[in-house]
């Protein structure tokens, strides 16, 4: 069985890294598109850089929880079987053990570099004076997907979730394409589907099942009914 599984800020919030949407989430906080769009780091590149820095620090201290850990053991027990996707920008996968998940909205310790397309590790605030290692260029940013901007690795995304015979959504809120159409595509090819939340989304209908909880434990709990 070829399993896809997707996972959205629901997976990460009880290793205590905000949700975006619900009453509380960062989009609440913050306008979008001052620090999340192209435009806004255009206008006010150190407003953006202080934003994900707070971002980068957060996830440098979180540790993985129980959700994280089960998708890992998933990963080691299916293989080449499960694609494992995630909306998060953190590293709590792999922290986790997971060495193939996709990050389709790109990482938080990853710095791209706006001049070359370089991309390198970086765990450490950014700001205008960064460097980049390849070209020396003054031209470091955030490796995120903003609004506006394509995510990464679809092209291995549609091809997963065409051979899939089961895609998971775990902890997000589905309102965000293209990651939102994902189990519209899956049901089109057959493929059963199953949503795995804290509560009800707008989207829960889309779907065949869905499993109500926090993450740490309805994500372990469904991993061992299948390994």
């Known amino acids: 069985m070829k399993l896809v599984v997707l996972s959205g800020a629901g997976l990460s919030a009880e290793s205590g890294l905000g949700t975006f949407r619900d009453k509380d ?29 707070a971002r980068r620090r957060n996830a440098v201290e979180a540790q993985p929880n129980a959700a994280h850990y089960a998708l890992a053991e998933l990963e080691k027990a299916l293989g080449d079987d499960l694609t494992l996707v995630t909306q998060n920008v953190d590293d709590l ?50 490796d995120v997907v903003w609004f506006g901007e394509t995510p990464y690795h679809l092209d291995r995304i549609y091809a997963a979730l065409e051979e899939a015979d089961l895609f998971v959504s775990i902890g997000t809120s589905g309102e ?28 829960s209908r889309l ?21």
């Open 93 to 142: 996968l792999e922290r986790a053990g997971a060495t193939s998940a996709i990050h389709m909205h790109g990482e938080l310790m990853s710095a791209l570099c706006s001049e070359c397309g370089h991309r390198e590790p970086w765990r450490g605030d950014l700001d205008a004076t960064s460097v980049c290692n390849a070209c020396g260029a003054r031209a470091l940013r955030p």
């Open 25 to 53: 989430g960062l989009w609440t906080k913050y306008d979008l598109s001052e620090v999340a769009t192209p435009e806004g780091f255009a206008a006010d590149p150190d407003k953006v850089f202080a934003f994900y820095n």
């Open 176 to 203: 965000v394409y293209p990651a939102a159409g994902f189990v519209q595509t899956a049901d089109q090819v057959g493929a059963k589907t199953l949503e795995i939340n804290l509560a009800p989304t707008d989207g």
């Open 207 to 227: 779907f065949d099942r869905r499993i109500l909880g926090p993450a740490s434990e309805t994500v372990p709990a469904w991993v061992k009914t299948l390994i």
